[in-house]
């Protein structure tokens, strides 16, 4: 197999031969050779229905015709300026007006950075050091956020590289716990500069906010004058087109973004309220800044991304999401399996586990030795989810009935494979 051949390669000259850890699994990872709508195709000439699609972004599914076309257009006229372009103006205006607490935006190029400076800008704010996430949430690879992380770095222990003096400022707290954040909010409130929360956490498969959850977040730190950032590096524009807070109508102070906004290209951003925006240099003192960030190609591809996705495009999202959701919960119902299947609009994952989840604990009780077999099944049958149980599976427009029909199947072929394991 010509994939296995390219991997051994890699491993030669890329650590564990793969730029991003997730991507490494057993025995080897195919290689993409190319991508259209919903299939991509292997260098092995095998094609795949994705439920991968890039980790999130490709919402529209892999090369949009309107997204390409606008892409080469702006490619013709140069890839990179270093000197502003009104077409940041005009993505900065969508995203003003599609996302309610977003009244200015600063672009940079992953959705680490944003979050990084995200945590840099509530800092210098309130002028206090800690801050607050949640056991297996993610927020990218840096070292503020790199605690009990989920994606990738789930499982593992918390990387060596990363200083104590920059993670003691880090507090853990579990989703869904009103009780523990009331307690550490009176103990040591005044000394925390943010909360950041992936508003539906889809790092470690999906996992929802109970009904009230995100209100109460939005209480306590209104009255304790923390500043609430909802990290919606995945949820943005997938949920709904103001993303999970206009979803579950709260508003937080900043937000996050990445995947989605560069319409397949590599983008992030910070949004939020103008006189906290308005303290990011030049406006003011806090600093951020990137030789890539605005870049014309992303924003280029965000634009005619953002454009498309529309009420009814949510619309139709949604009645896939929820075809695909019954689906598999019919192919549980055969097999006699008491599996959770979890999701919402196109954003899905079967938790292989007995127990309902609603926070990290409750994740770590799925069997994810099982799940690599239900992977492997799925994979040599055409169909690829992101291979770990800790990742979310994502659909696109392009995901046709056929598609989720197929996919059924063999998700009914996945269950066999493991029901006697
Ligand atoms: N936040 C969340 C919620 C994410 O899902 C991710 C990436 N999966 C990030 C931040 C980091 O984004 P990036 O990989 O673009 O740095």
Redo the contacts with the bound molecule.
């Keep these: 197999m010509k994939s296995e051949e390219l991997f051994n390669e890699s491993k030669k000259f890329l650590p564990g031969g793969v730029d991003s850890p997730v991507r490494a699994y057993k025995p080897y990872p195919f290689f993409a050779e190319r991508a259209k709508g919903s299939k991509i195709i292997d260098v092995d000439g095998k094609t795949y229905i994705d439920y991968c699609l890039a ?2 972004p490709m919402v529209l599914g892999h090369a949009n015709p309107e997204v390409m076309a606008e892409v080469i257009l702006q490619l013709k006229n140069g890839s990179a300026y270093g000197v502003p372009t009104e077409k940041e103006i005009e993505l900065a205006k969508m995203v003003v007006k599609k996302v309610p607490c977003a009244d200015m935006v600063r672009f940079v190029n ?6 990084m400076s995200a945590i840099r800008l509530a800092r210098a704010a309130t002028t206090r050091n800690k801050i607050v996430k949640f056991e297996g ?5 840096h070292d503020y956020v790199l605690v009990k992380s989920g ?1 990738g770095a789930m499982g593992l222990p918390d990387s060596p590289g990363v200083p104590e003096e920059t993670t003691k400022n880090t507090i853990l707290v579990p989703f869904n716990d009103e009780d523990v954040l009331l307690d550490l909010v009176k103990d040591q409130g005044d000394s925390i500069a943010a909360i950041i929360i ?1 508003p539906i956490m ?2 470690i498969g999906f996992i929802p906010p109970k009904k009230g959850y995100l209100e109460f977040l939005r209480k306590l730190t209104s009255e304790n004058d923390i500043i609430l950032i909802f ?4 949820t943005g524009f997938r949920i709904a087109e103001g993303g999970a807070q206009e979803y579950f109508g709260v508003t937080p102070d900043l937000v ?1 973004f ?2 989605i906004l560069g319409g397949g290209f ?1 983008i ?1 951003a910070l949004a939020g309220k103008k006189e906290l925006m308005e303290m990011i240099a030049p406006s003011g003192n806090v600093y951020q800044a990137g030789t890539f960030n605005g870049n014309p190609i992303s924003v280029t591809a965000g634009l005619t991304t953002l454009k498309q996705l529309n009420h009814s495009f949510y619309s139709e999202m949604n009645l896939k999401g929820e075809k695909l959701r019954d689906g598999i919960r019919d192919v549980l119902v055969e097999n006699d399996l008491n599996y959770q299947v979890a999701g919402l609009s196109s954003m899905f994952q079967v938790y292989l586990t007995e127990k309902e989840v609603w926070n990290y604990e409750d994740a770590k009780t799925a069997q994810i030795d099982k799940f690599t077999h239900y992977f492997q099944t799925l994979l040599n049958n055409g169909v690829f989810v992101p291979p770990a149980q800790f990742e979310c599976c994502f659909l696109s427009l392009m995901h046709s009935d056929d598609d989720i029909q197929n996919t059924l199947e063999i998700i009914d072929k996945g269950m066999k494979t493991i029901k006697n394991l």
Excluded: L, R, W
């Design positions: 980790y999130g992953s959705g680490t950075e944003a979050t949430s993610y927020h990218g690879a994606s992936e889809g790092n990290d919606e590096v995945i996050t990445g995947k590599p992030g």
